[in-house]
C-alpha cells in the first residue's frame, strides 16, 4: 500500500474512534448538564436581543411620528408661505387694474371736456 492509502485509512480509523467516543461522551451525565447549561445561555442571550430589538423597534417608531409631525409643520408653514405670496399677487394685480381703470376714466373725463 502506498503512503496515501495508509493515511486515508489511519484518517477514516480516527474518525471512527472519534465518532464512537463522542457518542459515548455525548451520553455522559456531566456533558448533558453542560448541553443544558450552554442551551439556557443561549435562551438569555436570545431574551436579552429580543428586549433590546423591542426597544430599538419603539424607539424607531418614537423618531419616525417625530420626523412626520416635523414635515407636516415645515409643509404648513411652506403652504402658509405660497397662500400670502399669492395673496400679495393678487393685492398688486388689483392695484395695477385700478390704476388702469382710474386711467381710463380719466381719459374718458378728457375726452369728454375736449367735446364740449
Known sequence: MKAED??????????VLFGT?????LKSQDMKKAYTQCTAA?????????KCGTM????????HADAVDINEKRYAEAEKKEIEKARQMVEEA???????????????E?????EK
Open 6 to 15: 495508509w493515511g486515508k485509512l489511519g484518517l477514516f480509523a480516527g474518525g
Open 21 to 25: 467516543a463522542g457518542i459515548s461522551i
Open 94 to 108: 388689483q392695484a395695477k387694474i385700478d390704476q388702469y381703470e382710474k386711467a381710463k376714466d380719466r381719459k374718458a
Open 42 to 50: 443561549v435562551l438569555r442571550g436570545k431574551d436579552s436581543i429580543m
Open 56 to 63: 430599538i423597534r419603539e424607539n424607531c417608531g418614537d423618531i
Open 110 to 114: 378728457d375726452k369728454k371736456e375736449e
